[in-house]
T-cell receptor
């Protein structure tokens, strides 16, 4: 079964707007990661947040983690057409170490 | 996708035939993974390896086997392909298993089973 569940499944915004994607998970984790996938390509790691962190920034990306609610959010600020892609959260399970991916959010940024 | 290559990138085969997908890395990473990606399911772990000849099952391992005889190569075999195994298969590598398990993915292998 999937560990991470992203919400929404699809998101369409205008260039310059912010995009927010959410991820919920079920078990305790070591860390949570976000990956990006352009159409027809492999996934690329964006950012990792550890279970003892609450917020992390990387360029235009902001990730939050709420372990009490077992949820995370990815915020992309000032979006660009080039941000059009699918975004996946992945959780590193504490008891197995395996990385389990959610189903992803498809983001379309219109120029 | 530097440092990790998958072959073949595209394959069409018939039900009942054996298929082997190859993942080759030049990073000398200890851990290697095979995932499949299907619409509505995201990525699902098939098998993974934590060293030469050390492998374990993921969440969707039925119908698949793997082998790792060298650090750089991780093979995924479908002994008798079925239409339900039509998918895009991704190999990934990492140099840690817990704590900060960041994966680097290959470009994917698209398999169609007729």
């Amino acid at each position: 079964s999937q560990q991470g569940e992203e919400d929404p499944q699809a998101l369409s915004i205008q260039e310059g707007e912010n995009a927010t994607m959410n991820c919920s998970y079920k078990t305790s984790i070591n860390n949570l990661q976000w990956y990006r996938q352009n159409s027809g390509r492999g996934l690329v790691h964006l950012i990792l947040i550890r279970s003892n962190e609450r917020e992390k920034h990387s360029g235009r990306l902001r990730v939050t983690l709420d372990t009490s609610k077992k949820s995370s959010s990815l915020l992309i600020t000032a979006s660009r057409a080039a941000d059009t892609a699918s975004y996946f959260c992945a959780t590193d399970e504490s008891n197995t170490g395996k990385l389990i991916f959610g189903q992803g959010t498809t983001l379309q940024v219109k120029p | 996708d530097a440092g990790i290559t998958q072959s073949p990138r595209h394959k069409v085969t018939e039900t009942g035939t054996p298929v082997t997908l190859r993942c080759h890395q030049t990073e000398n990473h200890r851990y290697m993974y095979w995932y499949r990606q299907d619409p509505g399911h995201g990525l699902r772990l098939i098998h993974y390896s934590y060293g030469v000849k050390d492998t374990d099952k993921g969440e969707v391992s039925d119908g698949y086997s793997v082998s790792r005889s060298k650090t750089e190569d991780f093979l995924l075999t479908l002994e008798s392909a079925t239409s339900s195994q039509t998918s895009v298969y991704f190999c990934a590598i990492s140099d840690t298993f817990s704590g900060a398990n960041v994966l680097t993915f290959g470009a994917g292998s698209r398999l169609t089973v007729l």
